[in-house]
């Protein structure tokens, strides 16, 4: 059973930065087109940044600049490096494979 696992999430103040990881598993399954979302409270879930298994990348308007996805196939993770954090950056994170996994979601609050 194919898994998606994120960490890194956690409390930062605004200007901070943190990396979020998403580590797959499952027999056989390498990642691909890969995708981070994230959900603010009593909002809807929105893409923040893409990178598919060529390694090209694109990003919302609100974190281009901001955030870098990247990925590591050896390793079978993605990772987000977010730096200059906002308030409005506070969410729930989660990472999405194209071919229809989701992982459970790690939560980013940004807050003084």
């Known amino acids: 059973q194919v898994q998606l696992v994120e960490s890194g999430g956690g409390l930062v103040q605004p200007g901070g930065s943190l990396r979020l990881s998403c580590a797959a598993s499952?027999?056989?399954?390498?990642?691909?087109?890969m995708i981070w979302y994230r959900q603010a409270a009593g909002k809807e879930r929105e893409l923040v940044a893409g990178i598919t298994s060529g390694g090209n990348t694109y990003y919302a308007d609100s974190v281009r600049g901001r955030f870098t996805i990247s990925r590591d196939n050896a390793k079978n993770t993605v990772y987000l490096q977010m730096n200059s954090l906002k308030l409005e950056d506070t969410a729930v994170y989660y990472c999405?494979?194209?071919?229809?996994?989701w992982g459970q979601g790690t939560q980013v609050t940004v807050s003084s």
């Open positions: 499952g027999s056989g399954f390498r990642i691909n087109h």
């Open positions: 999405h494979c194209t071919s229809g996994y």
